[in-house]
């Protein structure tokens, strides 16, 4: 079975603090993700890495940056968390595998910044 | 009972009926569709996928059809159970690609 971790299930920071949020996957997959999710809204994707060292914005991409060191690990940074980055992040990832694209998903990280 | 994606995001079934979740898909050029489910508290967990060249695929207890002449997806859940309880999100890839595009899900509540 995949497997996708993320470092916290839960985290509350404070407005002007850097965060970081880790992301592991065991299933050497190239593509990672993240997404935030928030009510109405469904699943936005703010970053995804189809390989080392590689990224591309998503459609929610302002307030945050990545770090793609290593295959299994895709980490999110907020640079300067704010209250509206408050949010349920997910992380995910798949194989480069053309006509099946889908995506396993970690637990997520619920996000409160004060 | 039916729901139909953004506009009726919560569906009561009756344990041990059908449920079926709709979803209007919004891109002609996407050629694969995938639903998910989630649970509370808890990532979402792929349910099952179709490509564009079918019209019809079923797992278990699943099953999902696909209409690109109106852009419909929809899922079938066979004799619904209280563990079907979740939100069910579609997706599709509209840059034909791994780029996923989700919608914002249909909430099932499972009525004993």
């Known amino acids: 079975d995949v497997k996708v971790t993320q470092s916290s299930r839960y985290l509350v920071k404070r407005t002007g603090e850097k965060v970081f949020l880790e992301c592991v996957q065991d299933?050497?997959?190239?593509?990672m993700f993240w997404y935030r999710q928030d009510p109405g809204l469904g699943l936005r994707l703010i970053y995804f890495?189809?390989?080392?060292?590689?990224?591309e914005k998503g459609d929610i991409p302002e307030g945050y940056s990545v770090s793609r060191e290593k295959k299994e690990r895709f980490s999110l940074i907020l640079e300067s968390a704010s209250t509206n980055q408050t949010s349920m992040y997910l992380c995910?990832?798949?194989?480069?595998?053309?006509?099946?694209?889908?995506?396993?998903f970690g637990p997520g990280t619920r996000l409160t910044v004060t | 009972g039916e729901s139909v994606g953004l506009h009726l995001p919560t569906l009561s079934v009756q344990e041990g009926d059908n449920s079926i979740i709709n979803c209007a898909y919004s891109?002609?050029?996407?050629?694969?569709f995938i639903w998910y489910k989630q649970e509370s508290g808890k990532g979402p967990q792929f349910i099952i996928d179709?490509?564009?060249?079918?019209d019809k695929r079923q797992g278990q207890r699943v099953t999902v059809l696909l209409n690109k002449t109106v852009k419909h997806l929809s899922l079938q859940i066979a004799a619904t159970q209280p563990g079907d309880s979740a939100v069910y999100f579609c997706?599709?890839?509209?840059?034909?690609?791994?780029?996923?595009?989700f919608g914002t899900g249909t909430r099932l509540t499972i009525i004993p």
């Open positions: 995910a990832s798949s194989l480069s595998r053309q006509g099946a694209y889908e995506q396993y």
């Open positions: 299933m050497d997959h190239e593509n």
């Open positions: 890495s189809y390989d080392v060292k590689m990224k």
């Open positions: 891109n002609s050029a996407s050629d694969y």
């Open positions: 179709i490509r564009s060249n079918m």
């Open positions: 997706a599709e890839n509209p840059f034909g690609n791994e780029k996923l595009t």
